[in-house]
């Protein structure tokens, strides 16, 4: 059930986002974050916020997983615009890697957007969102988190 407690702690994020989606660009804005990120439910939930002071917002992930199909939903929350996001991502770990999935609007067009969270120790984990408008054909990833513990 605790699949998202190595996330529990703080940590400094290194933020890479494509500066602009679904034209196969390569120009990448960079700034830092700080996520604190917490577990409840006895770890059959997770919370966590990042700020970004250099870019003016929060924001913030609900996860919670369903205990008779072992799969999350991950919400996310923006402090700009101040609703949980639908719909979540759906997924679950396998082999050290979470893999979560949804259908999606980007900029008025549907896709398919992907979550990876790899490269999980101890005191470092990565996560990428991507987004296909292909029916999974190809991915455009297009936002990284590098996270290194500090707590």
Not at 74 to 96: A, C, D, K, N, Q
């Given at each position: ?60 992930t ?86 290194r513990?500090?707590r």
């Amino acid at each position: 059930m605790g699949d998202f407690d190595f996330l529990v702690g703080t940590w400094d994020v290194t933020n890479r986002r494509l500066r602009q989606r679904h034209v196969g660009g390569d120009d990448w804005d960079e700034f830092a974050g700080v996520s604190e990120a917490r577990s409840f439910f006895d770890g059959a939930g997770s919370f966590d916020e990042m700020r970004c002071p250099s870019r003016g917002f929060s924001g913030s992930t609900v996860r919670i997983v369903n205990p008779s199909t072992g799969l999350w939903s991950i919400y996310w929350m923006h402090s700009s615009r101040g609703v949980l996001e639908l719909p979540p991502v759906v997924g679950r770990f396998t082999g050290g890697v979470g893999t979560f999935y949804a259908d999606d609007t980007d900029e008025g067009r549907p896709v398919r957007c992907r979550f990876l969270w790899s490269a999980v120790t101890a005191d470092s984990c990565r996560w990428e969102q991507a987004f296909s408008t292909d029916g999974e054909r190809t991915w455009e990833t297009n936002w990284v988190m590098e996270f290194r513990r500090t707590r």
